[in-house]
C-alpha cells in the first residue's frame, strides 16, 4: 500500500475558526511531513516529524501547530489563520534513512481563508 | 546546499513525441541524489525516478529516463512516447544536503501534451 490519505480534500475557513487536517499512511515511514503549496510554486517545506518527534519546523507561524499522536497518523491544527495562508497542504511521507528523498505524497487539502 | 535550477517555465509536445525536461543542479557534496516528481492538476506529488551521483547509468522507470551529466550538473528527465496523461507540473528536486530530510525543488515545468 503506497497511499498517503488526507481529510478533507476542500476546506473553506474564517480568521476565527480553529480547523485540522489529518494525514495517514501504512507504509510504516517514520518520517512525516507538511508542505505549502502557492499557486504555480513548489511546495515548501513546514514541519519534519521523525519517530513521531517534530525534527524539523522551519519557522513556521504559531497559527499552524502539527501533532504526530503515532507512526501513521499527522495532524496540522489551524487556527485564526490569515488569508494569505490560503494554499494546497500536502503530507508526505518517507524513510527515516537512506532514499529519504523519496517522499510519497497525499493528494492534499486546498485550504481557503475568508 | 543544493541549489536546482528549472528553465523551462511550460513545454507543448505533440502526443507520442519524447520530451525533455531540464534541471540543473549545483552542490559541492561529494555524494547526492536527485529526484523528479510530477503533479497532475488534481494536486498530488507522485514520484518518478532517482539518480544517485555515484550510479553508474543513468536511471530508468518504463518511460521515464534521465540524463544524468555530472559534468554539466544536469538531470534531465526525458519522457519517451508521451501521453495525454503526462500533462502535468514537473518539479526537479533533490535533499538540501547529503542525508538532509528537506527537499530543495526547482521551479516547475508544466508539460502540456497535445493531441
Known amino acids: 500500500d503506497t497511499e498517503v490519505t488526507q481529510t478533507p480534500k476542500h476546506l473553506v475557513m474564517g480568521m476565527t475558526n480553529k480547523k485540522s487536517l489529518k494525514c495517514e499512511q501504512h507504509?510504516?515511514?517514520?518520517?512525516m511531513y507538511w508542505y505549502k503549496q502557492k499557486a504555480k510554486k513548489p511546495p515548501e517545506l513546514m514541519f519534519v516529524y521523525s519517530y513521531e518527534k517534530l525534527s524539523i519546523n522551519e519557522s513556521v507561524p504559531s497559527r499552524f501547530s502539527p501533532e504526530c499522536p503515532n507512526s501513521s497518523l499527522l495532524n496540522l491544527h489551524l487556527h485564526a489563520l490569515q488569508p494569505e495562508d490560503s494554499a494546497l497542504y500536502l503530507c508526505?511521507?518517507?524513510?527515516?534513512?537512506?532514499?529519504?528523498?523519496?517522499?510519497?505524497f497525499g493528494p492534499g487539502t486546498r485550504l481557503t481563508v475568508t | 546546499a543544493q541549489k536546482i535550477t528549472q528553465t523551462q517555465p511550460g513545454m507543448f509536445v505533440q502526443e507520442k513525441e519524447a520530451v525533455t525536461l531540464d534541471c540543473t543542479y549545483d552542490t559541492s557534496d561529494p555524494s547526492y541524489g536527485l529526484f523528479w516528481y510530477k503533479q497532475p492538476s488534481s494536486g498530488e506529488m507522485i514520484f518518478l525516478i532517482y539518480q544517485g551521483s555515484y550510479d553508474q547509468q543513468n536511471a530508468t522507470e518504463g518511460r521515464y529516463s534521465l540524463n544524468f551529466q555530472k559534468a554539466r550538473k544536469s538531470a534531465n528527465l526525458v519522457i519517451s512516447a508521451s501521453q495525454l496523461g503526462d500533462s502535468a507540473m514537473y518539479f526537479c528536486a533533490a535533499p538540501r544536503f547529503q542525508g538532509a530530510q528537506k527537499l530543495v525543488f526547482g521551479q516547475g515545468t508544466r508539460l502540456t501534451i497535445n493531441p
Open positions: 507504509m510504516g515511514h517514520r518520517a
Open positions: 508526505a511521507s518517507s524513510q527515516v534513512r537512506g532514499l529519504i528523498g523519496e517522499q510519497y
